[in-house]
T-cell receptor
């Protein structure tokens, strides 16, 4: 059974204080690893897809990386508007659905 | 077309009542998914349609749950004889076959509270 574990559960940062969120996964035949951002009361918003170990993707202050066992979401010089829950998900084998982790709730203080 | 639309946004119902939610996907998207999310957890897969065909159902989808997508356009999710454990956010997402790399587009969800 596919498993996705995210850590930490919650993270509080001062504005400008860079950090990383972790996503560990156990799947049979990874087809893609996805990062989403979710604001309170809203659906997840797509950020990145990573396909193979060593791949990296960047968007503004966010950078996602992938190894054979985990993915990191690096946040550089975060701003209060980066506060949200960040979700990691995997797609494996022939499945169309995603298996999500429980998320990391990020709070960036001004 | 501004995205995936879900209605209602909120629903409060008494235990034992039936409820129905609607999802209107992005018009050109042929795949539609239903997920359920409880507080502090990530979304859990319920079911998936390609066009009008329901291709996969999770074991989470008990016989009280039924989903349809007539004519491959909007979809409905019905829960019969609701229980308190059904209280959750029900999320709909859509995608276009062959574009999996860009991820799903999710709607804002329907929050169900069973009292």
């Amino acid at each position: 059974e596919d498993q996705v574990t995210q850590s930490p559960e919650a993270l509080r940062l001062q504005e400008g204080e860079s950090s990383s969120l972790n996503c560990s996964y156990t799947v049979s035949g990874l087809r893609g690893l996805f990062w989403y951002r979710q604001d309170p009361g809203k659906g997840p918003e797509f950020l990145f897809t990573l396909y193979s170990a060593g791949e990296e993707k960047e968007k503004e202050r966010l950078k996602a990386t992938l190894t054979k066992k985990e993915s990191f979401l690096h946040i550089t010089a975060p701003k209060p508007e980066d506060s949200a829950t960040y979700l990691c998900a995997v797609q494996a084998g022939s499945a169309r659905q995603l298996t999500f982790g429980s998320g990391t709730q990020l709070t960036v203080l001004p | 077309d501004t995205g995936v639309s879900q209605n209602p946004r909120h629903k409060i119902t008494k235990r034992g009542q039936n409820v129905t939610f609607r999802c209107d996907p992005i018009s050109e998207h042929n795949r539609l998914y239903w997920y359920r999310q409880t507080l502090g957890q990530g979304p859990e897969f319920l079911t998936y349609f390609q066009n009008e065909a329901q291709l996969e159902k999770s074991r989470l989808l008990s016989d009280r749950f039924s989903a349809e997508r007539p004519k491959g356009s909007f979809s409905t999710l019905e829960i019969q004889r609701t229980e308190q454990g059904d209280s959750a956010m029900y999320l709909c997402a859509s995608s276009l076959a062959g574009t999996g790399g860009v991820g799903y587009t999710f709607g804002s969800g329907t929050r169900l509270t069973v009292v």
